[in-house]
């Protein structure tokens, strides 16, 4: 049900960009590869030829669309200052539980609104034993069917003013906020910008602390010298040195020429395909994609007919690194809004579980022995199941939006 | 040029098939560019290459750019190819260029290209080179394309490193007669200096100085030790560190993902003609000195790697080899070895060693400074690097006579 002049969207992409897409993919060229090189050098050629088959002559977007057009979206003008208005996309499902807590779903790179797919009807669900929600999930500026800015410098405090204004607009005066990846980071600077007055509490399946420094977390930071940490912990930053080191390819090159790997991804549908499918897999715990070729190819269609086009999404590693100079937190600041953090074994960085005091007013933790980054989408029930305990009656966040408990 | 090559060598014609212009016009056809952010004028390169450059490039190689004509100028160079043998890798077919010079005892010199170049960055260099004059050597040129480039084949199996492109480099010039022999390139040569120095390399020289300096040189080369506390009063290494430091800051997205997903890249650059063109073009702009690229220049350039034997995607793989998939540095491995060595600084280039601790590269005899010229040095100011080389190696030069009985003069 549509709440104040709410304008339903649907996707439908002409047939002529589903005819210029089979075209191209008719003419692909592809890379020999080495032999054995399995994972080590990247997408392994039998998985991309086969991926690009499926695409041309198996999968069928419309029935991916039509699908998608079941998802209560919509689109609506938000005014950006210093950058005009652009019309964002989002998903919108109320609960019937007239209470439910407004929560604001936050995807990021190179995921998509989709992400939040399996949540709805757990998040939406009542029941007298959990808490309900309505869920707003926007398509960032720049992703899926929403417009991106023309100019630079759309930074933080810019994508935090358009999530904000949309909750606004939709009457959520006050709302909690869910997100990964991008969603994490850009929960920072929400939280800073709007945090008490709209935020009032947030989550997070990414929690990317920062080492303790003896004037801002004096005990864990004597912690670091006098405590050893224990193996899960020390597992936990091997982890992400890796990834830190051989992950991090497409990061550096989106954040300092997004422009130059744009021609990439804008020109060639195999190019965009391996660029994303490698983080769908390395970042995923065991999620079976290769079982579901249609959640591959939907999820890359929804880059290659994104509105704003592939190349698009890259700009945000730029603007909020600032070209590759200063962190993705910078301009935000700790904040005493509640947060809770869920930590799933194949998150991309991972560091002590201590350290997350270093984010914010933590309230909630909880661990999981399976998951990877794409949480919502991999584990939807143990992310469900974490926010309902956090915001459920007897939960550390229990009550923090004022008439809106859930219930 | 001189046709008295002492060895059999078998002629390279670059004919491409007629399917693959027809493929890439196709692409071109079906080119689909993204849009782009308004910039200013001035920061039109923050976030990479302008629209308008790849659109009009893109144009142009659809519509006017003569593919066959270019050819046929590559074809009137004097290129071969040679079945070369790699322990553990079997055969490779090696393509090069072989320009002997008139003068008998010219220098044998092996010119090594790198990332995102090619053999045609010799183009320029060879007449200069081979020329004879009473008052400068000659030499006898011979540029290869690595393994993986333009019309070398690649090799097939993982783990063709620094050793195997030395060897390659090395059995190569042995089988063309050259027992003894110098050595000019940046990037990738080290290792064969560290296999080869001394018996078969005899003089080294580098327009790209760049390594890891080792606390294991400094302690060789005590003299070093007070030039690396000079640094407040050493202007020319605060700039060279600077210029490195934002290099691996801010300029090394292509060097990361090429060392450790160069396969998942790969798939891009072998697609889309559009992308490979970005990807390649960058370089030539950003790394070189306002040069005056012209649009048949770079798409002449371009077309190396795209019409390349191996494609686009297998010259991305040296990155990850020499690398080990990025767990180890680019240096790792080599050590200083005291054969001389030339160094040649032109101010656009990337990244480099500061001129004060130029002896962490090797035992330098020489060093040329220019003030106009940036990483295809001998693409962008040949001129230049071969005064360098003839400086080096001449009469009065540091490394003259380095090669025994090749003088790089007529007997008179």
């Known amino acids: 049900m549509a709440s104040i002049d709410e304008q339903p969207y649907s996707v439908s992409i002409p047939d002529s960009e589903l005819d210029f897409l089979k075209k191209k993919l008719e003419l692909s060229r592809f890379p020999d590869e080495l032999e054995g090189a399995g994972w080590d050098y990247g997408v392994p050629l039998p998985h991309v030829k086969r991926l690009v088959e499926y695409w041309k002559d198996g999968f069928d977007w419309r029935k991916s669309e039509a699908a998608l057009n079941r998802l209560p979206m919509y689109t609506r003008d938000i005014d950006v200052e210093g950058f005009g208005t652009l019309n964002i996309h989002y998903v919108h499902q109320k609960s019937d539980v007239a209470n439910a807590i407004p929560l604001l779903f936050v995807h990021g790179w190179p995921g998509s609104f989709i992400e939040v797919r399996k949540l709805l009807p757990l998040l939406t669900a009542g029941g007298s034993d959990h808490p309900s929600f309505h869920v707003v999930a926007p398509s960032l500026p720049g992703f899926g069917f929403s417009q991106a800015p023309s100019k630079p410098g759309f930074k933080g405090p810019q994508y935090a003013e358009v999530v904000n204004k949309l909750m606004l607009a939709l009457g959520y005066k006050e709302y909690v906020y869910q997100g990964g990846d991008w969603g994490y980071v850009l929960a920072q600077h929400v939280v800073t910008h709007y945090g008490h007055e709209h935020v009032k509490a947030w989550h997070t399946n990414m929690p990317v602390p920062k080492q303790p420094t003896l004037f801002k977390n004096p005990f864990l930071f004597m912690g670091m010298f006098f405590l050893s940490y224990d193996a899960s912990s020390m597992k936990r930053v091997a982890h992400t040195k890796q990834q830190h080191l051989k992950g991090t390819g497409y990061f550096n090159e989106q954040a300092t020429k997004p422009q130059t790997i744009g021609y990439s991804l804008a020109d060639s549908p195999i190019g965009l395909l391996s660029w994303i499918y490698e983080k769908l897999i390395l970042w995923t715990d065991e999620y079976p994609w290769t079982d579901e070729e249609d959640e591959v190819i939907e999820w890359i269609s929804i880059y290659w007919f994104s509105r704003a086009g592939p190349g698009a999404s890259t700009r945000i590693y730029y603007e909020l690194t600032g070209g590759m100079t200063h962190d993705t937190s910078h301009g935000t600041e700790w904040s005493s809004v509640p947060f809770g953090a869920s930590y799933f074994p194949k998150e991309i960085i991972q560091l002590p579980k201590s350290w997350s005091h270093t984010i914010g007013n933590l309230v909630f933790e909880a661990d999981h022995d399976k998951g990877g980054h794409f949480t919502a989408f991999e584990q939807p029930d143990a992310l469900a199941g974490d926010l309902r305990k956090m915001f459920g009656k007897g939960g550390p966040a229990h009550g923090v939006v004022p008439g809106k408990n859930g219930y | ?412």
């Open chain 2, 1 to 412: 040029m001189s046709f008295d090559s002492p060895v059999k060598e078998y002629p390279f014609t670059l004919h491409v098939p007629d399917a693959d212009l027809d493929l890439l016009r196709r692409k071109l056809e079906l080119a689909h560019l993204p849009d782009e952010l308004q910039v200013r004028a001035e920061s039109q390169w923050n976030y990479g290459v302008p629209l308008a450059d790849v659109k009009r490039l893109v144009f142009r190689w659809k519509v006017g750019f003569d593919w066959r004509k270019f050819e046929a100028e590559i074809n009137k160079l004097p290129m071969y190819t040679r079945d070369i043998f790699i322990d553990n890798f079997g055969s490779l077919n090696i393509h090069y260029v072989h320009r002997r010079s008139d003068v008998l005892d010219a220098i044998p010199l092996l010119f090594v290209h790198g990332w995102p170049g090619h053999f045609l960055e010799v183009r320029k260099l060879l007449p200069l080179l081979t020329e004879e004059s009473v008052d400068h050597p000659s030499f006898h040129v011979v540029a290869v394309s690595l393994p993986g480039f333009a019309f070398s084949e690649a090799p097939t199996k993982p783990g063709f490193g620094a050793a195997q492109y030395a060897e390659v480099f090395n059995k190569l010039m042995i089988s063309l007669g050259y027992e003894e022999y110098v050595y000019q390139g940046g990037d990738w040569g080290h290792v064969v200096l560290n296999l080869y120095g001394g018996r078969h390399v005899k003089a080294w020289h580098t327009n790209c100085p760049m390594t890891t300096p080792k606390l294991s040189t400094v302690l060789a080369h005590p003299s070093l030790i007070p030039r690396l506390f000079a640094l407040p009063f050493d202007k020319d290494a605060r700039d060279a560190i600077a210029l490195t430091k934002k290099h691996f800051a801010v300029g090394c997205g292509y060097m990361i993902e090429q060392a450790t997903r160069p396969q998942t890249l790969g798939y891009s650059l072998a697609d889309s003609p559009v992308g490979l063109l970005a990807w390649i073009y960058e370089k030539l702009v950003t790394w070189s000195d306002e040069y005056p690229w012209t649009d048949d220049e770079v798409l002449e350039w371009v077309s190396i790697y795209w019409f390349s034997r191996a494609g686009p995607a297998a010259s991305l793989r040296i990155y990850y080899e020499m690398s080990h998939g990025r767990t180890r540095d680019f240096f790792d491995g080599t050590q200083w070895i005291p054969i001389p060595t030339g160094v040649s600084y032109f101010p656009r280039e990337i990244a480099r060693l500061p001129k004060s601790w130029a002896r962490f590269l090797g035992n330098v005899v020489y060093q040329g400074e220019h003030s106009q010229g940036g990483h295809f040095a001998a693409h962008e100011a040949p001129e230049k690097l071969a005064y360098d080389l003839r400086r080096m190696y001449g009469r009065d030069g540091p490394a003259f006579g380095v090669v025994p009985s090749r003088s790089g003069y007529m007997q008179r």
